[in-house]
Structures are given as C-alpha cells and as structure tokens.
C-alpha cells in the first residue's frame, strides 16, 4: 500500500486519451488538491515535498502502535502480577501443562488470547525486571517477637550525675517506694548523703521478678565513699535491710618524680605526674628565693619525692606530702633543695641543706597588687607641707585591700594612733618589730598580746588619720629605730635549726637522700629522663 504512485505519475506516463471520447470528470477534490494540480509545472519541487511529508507521518505510525502494545502488554503484566498470591508461590508452583513454551510465545504473540498474555509475560519478562515497584502482597505484615525481659539477679554499676541522689538513683531503677525508703534509712546513720560528690560510684545486685508487672527488688548495694572506707547494705530473707562496713589496711609509699621545665613549671610538673597538693608545697617552699615569672626559663629542671598512702587494694589515700624538692635555674646556674622537717618546739615546714628555714623572717611587702608610692627619708609632707623623715615606705592600694603579717610575733599597739590613723604594731623578736597605718579598720581578733603567723591578715587598707588617699604606711623598727623596710626584708636573716634539732635534721637529710634513688618512679613522667632525682 506504500508502494502506489502518485497522481502526477499516473497524469505523467499513462498513454494519451482520445479527446473526442466523452470522460467521466474527477470528483471534486479538496482545494488543496486543486492547487497541487496547479502546481504541476514544478512536479520535481512538489513531489519531493509531498513524498517527504507522507514518508515522515507514516514513519511514525509503527513506534505509536508499538508503545500502545507495550503499555497494553504491562498493564496486563501489572493485573497478573498482582493476582498472584506471591512472588515465591509463582516461582515455586509448576508451570501449566497446556501453557506454552517461550519460544513459541516469542514467535507468535499476534496468535495469543487475552487471557493468555499474563503466562507469556510471566515468561519472556519475569516480574523482578519490572520498571515499575511491586505492589504489596495482602498479607499480615510479621510482627517482631517482644524483647525477652530480663529476670533472675543481675549485677550493675552506675555513676551520680550532677543532681543525682541515691534515692533518686534507686527510684529510677523502679524499686518500689517502701523499699527505697527502708534503704536509705539504713544507710543514713553510715553515710552523708549529701556530702557523695559527683562521679560516685554506685554498685547493685538487683532481682528482676519473672512477672513484668511486679517492681524488681534491690538485694544489695556497695558504696565506697572514702578509699579507706566501703559501706554494703543487703536485704535480708524478711524484707530488711542492714549494713556493713569495711575498713581497708592502708601502706607507705615513697614516689619520685622529674622532668625538664618546657612550658610552665606548673604545667610541666603536672605531666611528670606530681599532685596538685604537692606542687603547692613545693611553689611555697620556693617561693622566698625564686620570682617564678622571671627566674623560671624553659630547659630548668625541677625534682620531688613524695610520701603518699594507699589502700591495699591499691587505691591512693591522700594526695601525698612533700619531703624534698629540687629546682635548677638559669640553666644550670643556681640550684634550690628544700627537705621537709618539724623541729622540737615550731611548726613542720621546709629546711635548706644548711639547716635555714626557707621562710625569711619577714615579707618583702605586707600586701599583694600594690605599688610603693612614696619611698624611705626624707620627703615634703604632702599636707603638714614641710619636709620631715618619712619613716616607712607606702605602698598605695585600693580602699578593703587586706593587710599581711610579715611575720610571727605578738600584737604589741592595736588602735588609733593620732595621724597613723587605726594602727598595728607587731614584735617579731631579735629587736624587729613592725607597724602598719591608716587601716580603713583592724581585723577581728587583732588586739595587743595577740600571736600573729607570717602572712596572717591584721587589717584592711584605708585612708585614716594624716592621709591623702587610700594607702598602707608601713615601718620596719630594729631595736627601736625606723629602718628601710625594703632593704631590711631583703636580708632578712632565716631561722637557723641548732643543736638536737640540727642533729635530727641531718638524720633526716640522709635518710630522704637515700629514698629518693630508691623511691618509685612515677607513672607520668617528663620527657626529659636525665633529672632524676
């Protein structure tokens, strides 16, 4: 049918007609094909034009009916598909006996019945290769078996969180109320609950019941609240509840620790392992001879022995105690040892090798964030207006700022004192003595006999008396007569051990330098290994 010439062929190359022999006329033609008869004296642009347009509609005709049958053949595959009960039962059943082949299905599908295409679709194009998703099968979606609960006794261990008590602790195990309340009260009399810091730890023995509506029963709980102490409560056969308590044997132990100084010898300390109480003691005990701001310099090292307790399942006790130290400065230059030591009638505190004590008799300055505003001498007084000895040294400061001891002695004037304003003056012995002026007021408890230690607060900076501002005047007097106080504190002699207590001392000196080649290493040590101890 493609294939039959055109009218302008036939007009073209049919013989020649008689025109005396009456024609039967055409039918009338549209008014386009008159116009194309009109244009027969171009045949070759026209026809060309009208074969093309003909070649391209008709060319398109066979890919519309095949996607029509495409989308016939899967909507019947769709309908198939979900007739089936199952994806398995398909592929488990076995195939119709009369069902035909693949391959005749391939060679003839004009030939197949409607009700037939579903089997040859199953065939030549299996339900997994669909574009489209499968539909769900109308079956009863599984259900998951519930969780098996936990029954019998079990064993757990939990930490307090901040806010946390064991009440509420126990409560969110679902412990029933009566039970909670018998447990803490017999706990009460063994442990401060309110003092169970955060991070406690808390161990239970539980019995879940096997019915999951019954609450489950606390049958033991250990807290150990001290590293020395351990408190257990357990439930008896009737329900109650009692405690016992267990002390831990605690032992000695000698730790030594060193390393180089690369940031800060706070910090540096800290990663060779040394406690925050130790490191403490030893900046004190430094303190008199090495400014740590300025004297400290990275490659200095530093070394300690420490004296700390544990338990004997190994838990320490305290955080240890300080028995010798050792700090190198200026690269090697000037080197520090410190060794602990009580002396018959004084406090225990901290001894050079020579037997001085590393506390001076008296303070550089009585206060802290100061400046010296007006020196030692002579000077104009600022409102007598006239000049005169200035006996003391000032140190300005803001008003409240708290007045230090420079040293032990006793409270001898505690008072107003004419243009000192409120006024203290404390004998150290040896002919020191030491007066502060123009307190704002007088510490609690500060009056005359008074014993004072070094460092003690005696007052608070003020403005009283013949005074321009708020400022502490302080005087140094040695056997009587006003000194430099600055010079004076400067050289302050040390209290220096003598006879059985210098003998002790040096005991206690061989005994500590032994210990320290002997004594455990650290666990956190520096990087510098050369600084032992």
């Given at each position: 049918?493609?294939?039959?010439?055109?009218?302008?062929?036939?007009?073209?190359?049919?013989?020649?007609?008689?025109?005396?022999?009456?024609?039967?006329?055409?039918?009338?033609?549209?008014?386009?094909?008159?116009?194309?008869?009109?244009?027969?004296?171009?045949?070759?642009?026209?026809?060309?034009?009208?074969?093309?347009?003909?070649?391209?509609?008709?060319?398109?005709?066979?890919?519309?009916?095949?996607?029509?049958?495409?989308?016939?053949?899967?909507?019947?595959g769709v309908v198939r598909y979900h007739d089936r009960p199952s994806p398995d039962a398909a592929l488990e059943a076995p195939p119709p006996e009369d069902a035909p082949s693949a391959s005749s299905t391939v060679a003839s599908p004009p030939t197949l019945e409607p009700s037939e295409w579903s089997v040859a679709l199953d065939q030549v194009m299996p339900a997994p290769a669909l574009a489209i998703?499968?539909?769900?099968?109308?079956?009863?979606?599984?259900?998951?078996?519930?969780?098996?609960?936990?029954?019998?006794?079990?064993?757990?261990?939990?930490?307090?969180?901040?806010?946390?008590?064991?009440?509420?602790?126990?409560?969110?195990?679902?412990?029933?109320?009566?039970?909670?309340?018998?447990?803490?009260?017999?706990?009460?009399?063994?442990?401060?609950?309110?003092?169970?810091?955060?991070?406690?730890?808390?161990?239970?023995?539980?019995?879940?019941?096997?019915?999951?509506?019954?609450?489950?029963?606390?049958?033991?709980?250990?807290?150990?609240?001290?590293?020395?102490?351990?408190?257990?409560?357990?439930?008896?056969?009737?329900?109650?509840?009692?405690?016992?308590?267990?002390?831990?044997?605690?032992?000695?132990?000698?730790?030594?620790?060193?390393?180089?100084?690369?940031?800060?010898?706070?910090?540096?300390?800290?990663?060779?392992?040394?406690?925050?109480?130790?490191?403490?003691?030893?900046?004190?005990?430094?303190?008199?001879?090495?400014?740590?701001?300025?004297?400290?310099?990275?490659?200095?090292?530093?070394?300690?022995?420490?004296?700390?307790?544990?338990?004997?399942?190994?838990?320490?006790?305290?955080?240890?105690?300080?028995?010798?130290?050792?700090?190198?400065?200026?690269?090697?230059?000037?080197?520090?040892?410190?060794?602990?030591?009580?002396?018959?009638?004084?406090?225990?505190?901290?001894?050079?090798?020579?037997?001085?004590?590393?506390?001076?008799?008296?303070?550089?300055?009585?206060?802290?964030?100061?400046?010296?505003?007006?020196?030692?001498?002579?000077?104009?007084?600022?409102?007598?207006?006239?000049?005169?000895?200035?006996?003391?040294?000032?140190?300005?400061?803001?008003?409240?700022?708290?007045?230090?001891?420079?040293?032990?002695?006793?409270?001898?004037?505690?008072?107003?004192?004419?243009?000192?304003?409120?006024?203290?003056?404390?004998?150290?012995?040896?002919?020191?003595?030491?007066?502060?002026?123009?307190?704002?007021?007088?510490?609690?408890?500060?009056?005359?006999?008074?014993?004072?230690?070094?460092?003690?607060?005696?007052?608070?900076?003020?403005?009283?008396?013949?005074?321009?501002?708020?400022?502490?005047?302080?005087?140094?007097?040695?056997?009587?007569?006003?000194?430099?106080?600055?010079?004076?504190?400067?050289?302050?002699?040390?209290?220096?051990?003598?006879?059985?207590?210098?003998?002790?001392?040096?005991?206690?000196?061989?005994?500590?330098?032994?210990?320290?080649?002997?004594?455990?290493?650290?666990?956190?040590?520096?990087?510098?290994?050369?600084?032992?101890?």
């Amino acid at each position: 049918m493609f294939d039959q010439p055109s009218s302008t062929e036939n007009l073209l190359h049919s013989p020649p007609t008689n025109p005396s022999k009456t024609q039967t006329p055409p039918p009338a033609e549209p008014q386009a094909a008159n116009d194309w008869h009109r244009t027969a004296a171009r045949p070759t642009l026209v026809e060309l034009g009208g074969r093309r347009a003909s070649a391209v509609a008709w060319s398109g005709l066979p890919f519309w009916l095949s996607g029509l049958a495409f989308m016939a053949i899967v909507g019947w595959g769709v309908v198939r598909y979900h007739d089936r009960p199952s994806p398995d039962a398909a592929l488990e059943a076995p195939p119709p006996e009369d069902a035909p082949s693949a391959s005749s299905t391939v060679a003839s599908p004009p030939t197949l019945e409607p009700s037939e295409w579903s089997v040859a679709l199953d065939q030549v194009m299996p339900a997994p290769a669909l574009a489209i998703p499968a539909p769900p099968v109308d079956l009863p979606p599984p259900t998951d078996p519930a969780p098996p609960q936990a029954t019998g006794p079990y064993k757990t261990a939990v930490r307090l969180e901040t806010g946390d008590t064991v009440s509420s602790v126990l409560h969110d195990f679902g412990f029933a109320r009566s039970e909670v309340a018998k447990a803490i009260a017999a706990l009460a009399s063994h442990i401060r609950m309110r003092r169970l810091p955060v991070g406690q730890a808390l161990t239970l023995e539980v019995e879940a019941p096997d019915d999951p509506q019954s609450p489950p029963v606390l049958q033991a709980l250990t807290i150990r609240p001290e590293a020395r102490r351990q408190i257990t409560l357990e439930r008896g056969e009737e329900g109650t509840y009692g405690v016992k308590e267990k002390i831990f044997a605690t032992m000695s132990k000698l730790q030594r620790a060193a390393g180089a100084v690369t940031g800060s010898l706070i910090a540096s300390a800290a990663s060779a392992g040394v406690s925050r109480a130790a490191l403490a003691e030893m900046l004190r005990a430094f303190s008199w001879d090495v400014n740590f701001q300025h004297d400290i310099k990275a490659g200095d090292h530093f070394a300690v022995l420490i004296d700390r307790s544990w338990t004997e399942d190994g838990r320490p006790v305290d955080a240890g105690r300080l028995l010798w130290a050792r700090l190198t400065t200026g690269a090697g230059r000037q080197t520090y040892s410190v060794y602990r030591f009580k002396p018959s009638s004084g406090r225990e505190f901290f001894y050079n090798d020579k037997g001085e004590s590393v506390v001076k008799a008296l303070l550089r300055t009585p206060l802290n964030l100061s400046r010296v505003s007006s020196t030692f001498g002579m000077r104009r007084h600022p409102l007598l207006g006239f000049t005169r000895m200035h006996t003391g040294v000032d140190f300005a400061a803001p008003p409240g700022t708290p007045i230090l001891a420079a040293g032990d002695g006793q409270v001898v004037e505690a008072g107003p004192n004419g243009g000192y304003g409120n006024w203290v003056k404390i004998s150290h012995g040896g002919g020191l003595a030491t007066g502060y002026a123009h307190m704002t007021r007088i510490a609690r408890g500060i009056r005359r006999s008074v014993h004072v230690h070094q460092g003690q607060v005696i007052g608070f900076v003020g403005s009283t008396g013949l005074s321009t501002g708020p400022h502490l005047h302080f005087e140094l007097h040695r056997n009587g007569k006003p000194v430099n106080p600055l010079t004076v504190a400067r050289t302050a002699l040390r209290a220096r051990l003598v006879g059985k207590d210098l003998a002790r001392f040096k005991e206690t000196v061989a005994r500590v330098d032994r210990a320290r080649h002997e004594a455990e290493l650290l666990e956190a040590q520096a990087d510098d290994t050369d600084a032992t101890p």
